[in-house]
């Protein structure tokens, strides 16, 4: 394996998987974690897409629980070199594919309505805000929505997917109406609603929603997961999550 620049090679302890990682160019965050773990998965037959995957991090979560092919689809050439290489080195070649390319004409390349399951954590912060000035390039195109907005992100799931298929998103609480609104108007109605506490007491700071495409209205809110407790550990949930049940 050989490392770039500043690239280290982490464990996905629950998953007995490496990933590559850059501090200067992109690491996954708890985020991922949570939308790969939220995420409905077929066990064995169908097809995945992952928008925005980053270094790859959650189609190699989800190899873990799925035989499903998987597709993962990055705009920038170095993180899809990344999520390449990781794949390469875990030998999942047969199951994964990383492909460089637009979220928003990746519909046209892939196949409309042929997928039965799509992921996405997408940017998060309007192209507008300031703070994107003081990010390295990489890390701003992740972050903010200078490439792709949230409703384009929804309108292209949505395109992949098998009528009755599923969509599922990780973003912030802020825009939840703006979400519900996108995945309605993109024939992705809502089921499933999980937010997610710093720990007890705090305000929500992450939303998991997963949606059905034409599906019948029947929003189901889930428990809270709460990231730490009140010593400041990990949850008994996020721990087993990121390290495995044992």
Do not use: W
């Amino acid at each position: 394996m050989d490392l770039q620049d500043d690239e280290r090679l982490d464990y996905l302890l629950a998953e007995e998987l490496r990933i590559i990682q850059s501090p200067s160019v992109f690491s996954f965050s708890l985020d991922a974690v949570l939308l790969a773990k939220f995420t409905y998965v077929p066990i064995k037959k169908g097809a995945i897409v992952d928008l925005c995957s980053g270094n790859g991090v959650i189609p190699l979560f989800l190899s873990a629980r799925t035989q499903a092919k998987i597709i993962g689809v990055e705009l920038q050439q170095r993180l899809a070199d990344m999520a390449t290489r990781s794949v390469d080195y875990n030998e999942l070649q047969d199951q994964i594919t990383i492909l460089e390319g637009d979220v928003k004409t990746i519909p046209t390349h892939l196949g409309f309505e042929k997928f039965d399951v799509v992921t996405c954590n997408p940017p998060y912060f309007p192209a507008h805000e300031a703070s994107n000035k003081n990010l390295k390039e990489h890390l701003a195109i992740a972050r903010h929505e200078l490439h792709l907005t949230l409703d384009e992100a929804v309108l292209s799931a949505s395109q992949l997917l098998k009528q009755g298929g599923k969509a599922a998103f990780v973003h912030r609480p802020g825009r939840l109406l703006d979400i519900v609104t996108a995945m309605r108007a993109n024939r992705l109605e809502p089921k499933r609603i999980r937010f997610v506490y710093p720990k007890e007491g705090k305000e929500a700071n992450t939303l998991l929603i997963e949606g059905i495409k034409d599906g019948k209205p029947d929003l189901k809110i889930l428990p809270p997961l709460y990231v730490y407790d009140e010593h400041g550990e990990y949850t008994e949930e996020v721990r087993e999550m990121l390290y495995g049940k044992n």
